[in-house]
């Protein structure tokens, strides 16, 4: 893959590993993680605190069970406090549940030296730019936008279709809702369903009929 090029032994860079749910993105973060360890590389992990799935909130889990210890957070502000002085490289996983602030701090770290990586689901529910993942993506010297498989069609998947007792949600549904297969679906562009109350309605016609003569 792209992120197993080489790099310079100094400088920072940031890498953002994106896409849809069930697609491998925090499986992903935690091959580049463990190769880090391997490689000697002093390591922080941090998570949102709002995934608590599979292995709960003090690690980030893949769908597959492969887990790595993260510490989970709410703010941008509470990395800062957590991070440690000789850390040189830092993973941030479902990055899309935290606040813009996290753009200037990948930016600083990466300044400073460190190799950043950055997960997070880049389209919300209703296939909208997620968070702080469009801006992180943009000033990222590596992006992987993964796929996953369209249940319905079997083609790539670049959309999360939410489900509320089997049925698509609706467009004013609360953007953030966690859930697991049980409440989400990976689909493709042509079968994600999002309805809105006013498709709804009757439609009326376009044009009036004329009035009869008679």
């Known amino acids: 893959m792209i992120s197993d090029m080489p790099f310079p032994s100094t400088g920072g860079w940031i890498e953002v590993i994106s896409g849809v749910m069930f697609s491998g993105k925090s499986e992903e973060l935690i091959r580049r993680v463990r190769r880090a360890v391997i490689a000697r590389k002093r390591v922080q992990v941090f998570k949102s605190h709002l995934d608590a799935r599979y292995a709960g909130i003090y ?88 796929h996953a498989i ?30 697991g297969s049980d409440s989400y679906e990976a689909r493709c562009r042509t079968c994600h369903k999002v309805p809105r109350r006013d498709e709804d309605q009757v439609a009326l016609p376009l044009v009036a009929a004329p009035a009869r003569a008679d």
């Open 59 to 146: 690690q980030v889990s893949s769908h597959d069970g492969r887990t790595v210890d993260a510490s989970p957070v709410d703010t941008t502000e509470q990395i800062i406090a957590k991070l440690r002085p000789d850390t040189q490289v830092v993973g941030i996983d479902e990055a899309q549940f935290l606040d813009i602030g996290v753009v200037e701090l990948a930016t600083s770290l990466a300044q400073r030296g460190l190799r950043v990586i950055i997960a997070g689901t880049d389209l919300d529910f209703r296939g909208e730019p997620f968070g702080a993942m469009p801006q992180l993506m943009a000033i990222a010297e590596l992006v992987d936008k993964l």
């Open 150 to 179: 369209c249940v319905v069609c079997g083609g790539p998947a670049s959309r999360n279709q939410r489900l509320i007792g089997g049925k698509p949600a609706r467009y004013d549904s609360p953007t953030i809702m966690i859930g």
